[in-house]
C-alpha cells in the first residue's frame, strides 16, 4: 500500500484545513487508517484512526472537538478535517495503514502500522 498525504500548508490560528491521503496499490476497506504528527522537538503522536469500515474512529484529547477523521473507501482517501487551529497543532502530519482481521478495529499507536506516507506540514501561524 503507498500512501499520499497532501493539503498541508500555513494557516492563521482559528482557521480550518483538510489533509488528504489517497492510497494505493490496493483497496484499503480492510484496512485501520490513522493520522499522527511529529512537531520539531517531540514525539510522534496521534491524531485520529478510523476502521476500515468507517464506523468507529479515535481522536486524540488534545484534538478532540476540533478534528475529525473520516474516509471514502470507494476513492481509496482518508481525510482528516482540522478547524480551529492553533499554534500548537503545527507539525508534519502523516497518514498511516495496517490491514485489520476486523472492520471495526482501531488502532491506537504508531507501530501498529505497518504502511506510512510521506508527511505533509501544517503551519499554524498566532
Known amino acids: 500500500v503507498q500512501l499520499q498525504a497532501s493539503g498541508g500548508g500555513l494557516v492563521q490560528a482559528g482557521g480550518s484545513v483538510r489533509l488528504s491521503c489517497a492510497a494505493s496499490g490496493r483497496t484499503v476497506i480492510r484496512y485501520v487508517m490513522g493520522w499522527f504528527r511529529q512537531a520539531p522537538g517531540k514525539e510522534r503522536e496521534i491524531v485520529a484512526a478510523i476502521s476500515g469500515s468507517g464506523s468507529h474512529t479515535y481522536t486524540a484529547d488534545s484534538v478532540k472537538g476540533r478534528f475529525t477523521i473520516s474516509r471514502d473507501n470507494a476513492k481509496n482517501i482518508v481525510y482528516l478535517d482540522m478547524n480551529s487551529l492553533r499554534p500548537e497543532d503545527t507539525a508534519v502530519y502523516y497518514c498511516?495503514?495496517?490491514?485489520?482481521?476486523?472492520?471495526?478495529?482501531?488502532?491506537?499507536?504508531?507501530?501498529?502500522?505497518?504502511?506510512w506516507g510521506q508527511g505533509t506540514q501544517v503551519t499554524v501561524s498566532s
Open positions: 498511516a495503514a495496517d490491514r485489520a482481521h476486523s472492520a471495526n478495529t482501531v488502532f491506537t499507536w504508531g507501530t501498529a502500522y505497518d504502511y
